[in-house]
């Protein structure tokens, strides 16, 4: 590893989606907007900014098209959006949002759970969002969940992820988002298994989306920065918990992250302080609860001065 000269990250931030999504508060579309247009000014470049899943599975996500249409959109700045099915590919089009992430799982009883249908079934329809997307000249990063293991399968055999993220390059996947969704993997694995997925797709086919649910995540991000990852997910604030243990840690922090990365000189971009003056106002003007450690440790050296 060189700390010589500057690395360049892409961070793709999931706050205003993954985060979102996962907590019990509903943001207005105004506050969704101006959190978006905050986490652009601290830097952010890739964004991602809202589902076109129904609202009925999940209500914090409603109206993203007019989320994606309120954005006041800078040059130089990618806005993504979740897209589960051809509706929803409709949604984002409309919206004229040019960025998409489909999904699936690496683990079959966690795509049955999550989606009610097998994993053949979810790329059987990656492949016809795809077929529609590629041509309109969309851009699309795949998620592959559970790469590292799974709490209804555990372990996750990592050679089917493999062949899992060729068939969706083959598609026309741009990258492949490799998502530890319930923090489960560890420094060594998380070295290996990157390894083989840079080797397997180059590096800028891959990103690591990392959860700190087992306090895991700066360190794996460490691994997989070690083995030349440069492409990382994360969270302002670190919000969005984890769907399978209420209470837990969820997305690794941003600000967590921009701190590692600094000291490695790497340069993502984006003002570690902005993001947790960001993160402040999601807790003490949305009432979500930040985890990030960065942030925290920021909140309470103001209280010991004030
Ligand atoms: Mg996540």
């Known amino acids: 590893m060189s700390t010589e000269r500057t690395q360049a990250i892409r961070l793709f931030e999931v706050g205003p989606r993954d985060g979102l999504q996962n907590e019990d508060a509903i943001l207005s579309v105004e506050s969704r907007v101006e959190l978006i247009h905050k986490l652009v000014d601290a830097g952010?470049?890739?964004?991602?900014?809202?589902?076109?899943?129904?609202p009925k599975w999940l209500p914090q996500m409603a109206a993203s098209d007019e989320v994606a249409r309120a954005i006041d959109r800078k040059p130089g700045v990618n806005y993504w959006g979740l897209v589960p099915n051809m509706r929803?590919?409709?949604?984002?089009?409309?919206?004229?949002?040019?960025h998409i992430a489909v999904f699936v799982s690496a683990s079959e009883t966690h795509n049955h759970k999550?989606?009610?249908?097998?994993?053949?079934?979810s790329v059987a329809g990656v492949a016809e969002i795809l077929a529609e997307a590629r041509p309109a000249g969309l851009t699309a990063r795949a998620y592959i969940s559970m790469v590292f293991g799974c709490p209804y399968e555990g372990e996750i055999d990592f050679s089917d992820v493999l062949e899992l993220g060729d068939r969706l390059i083959d598609m026309g996947a741009d990258v492949i988002a490799l998502g530890d969704t319930t923090g489960v993997g560890t420094p060594l694995q998380v070295r290996r298994e990157c390894a083989r997925?840079?080797?397997r797709w180059g590096v800028e086919r891959v990103a690591l989306h990392l959860h700190d649910t087992r306090g895991m995540g700066v360190t794996n991000a460490m691994s997989a920065f070690d083995v030349g990852v440069r492409a990382f997910d994360s969270s302002v604030g670190g919000i969005g918990g984890c769907p399978f243990a209420p209470g837990a840690a969820g997305n690794l922090g941003t600000e967590d992250l921009l701190y590692l990365l600094e000291s490695l000189g790497a340069d993502a971009g984006v003002s570690l302080e902005a993001v947790s003056e960001i993160a402040l106002w999601l807790q003490d003007v949305n009432h979500i609860n930040v985890p990030s450690r960065c942030t925290n440790y920021l909140r309470s050296q103001r209280a010991d001065r004030g």
């Not at 952010?44 to 129904?54: N, P, Y």
């Not at 999550?114 to 079934?121: C, T």
């Open 44 to 54: 952010s470049r890739d964004i991602e900014i809202g589902s076109f899943v129904h």
């Open 88 to 98: 929803g590919l409709e949604r984002a089009m409309r919206a004229e949002v040019s």
């Open 114 to 121: 999550n989606l009610n249908r097998s994993i053949e079934e």
């Open 197 to 199: 997925a840079l080797e």
